[in-house]
């Protein structure tokens, strides 16, 4: 089976030492860093924004995933591209001319990401998956890290790779939540592409030996 992009979620590093989280991750097997931006609306939580996500661009040797939990996105691309985004994810439920948003994310040279709250089908995605890179399935209610891994995620990855296999489409499958040793196999059998986990790789005695397991499943 292809190896799993793995995607480890600074929310639950120490904010005191984000400089040294972001240099164990380019030391590591990671493939991407994955950034939560929240903004106290669209989800009852506030995490950073643009100043911290330069900062991050300065000194990681990884792509950044960033995963807008944001109302009305489409203010702020240019923002983000310029703060060092590569991979730039809004979510489906906050994006309402969502077709134009994703355009808009590809002129700016980035990759497009979609984001789906647990109650949302992927079935409201099949219009615009030719221009997404990424479905990102969240696992538990965006908001939060530490929090339990919903069940139902499986079946939604299987129905969403059907889709993409029988279209002959690019588009990969990040799973963001509750993502831990136990789960990941299941998850990778199903179809995921990507794997994001926070409190099971930061809340670990050793991260990277976390991240390099993971990247073995
Ligand atoms: C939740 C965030 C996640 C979170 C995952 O709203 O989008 O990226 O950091 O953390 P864990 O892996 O702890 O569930
Ligand atoms: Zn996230």
Redesign the pocket.
Known sequence: MKKPIISP?I??CNFLEIGNAIKMLNESQADWV?C?VMDGVF?PNITFGMPILQAIKKISEKPLDV?L?IVQPERYLEDFQKAGADILTVHYEASTHLHRTLQSIKQLGMKTGIAINPHTSVHLLYDVLENTDLVCIMS?N??????SFIEKTYKKVETLKKFIEDNQLHTLIEI????NSNNAPKLLDYGADVL?????IFNSQNPQKVIEDLKKV
Not at 142 to 147: E, I, S, Y
């Open positions: 979620s929310l639950s994955h939560d989800v995963h939990m538990v965006p908001g939060f890290g530490g929090q963001d939540g509750g993502v994001v986990a926070g409190n099971f």
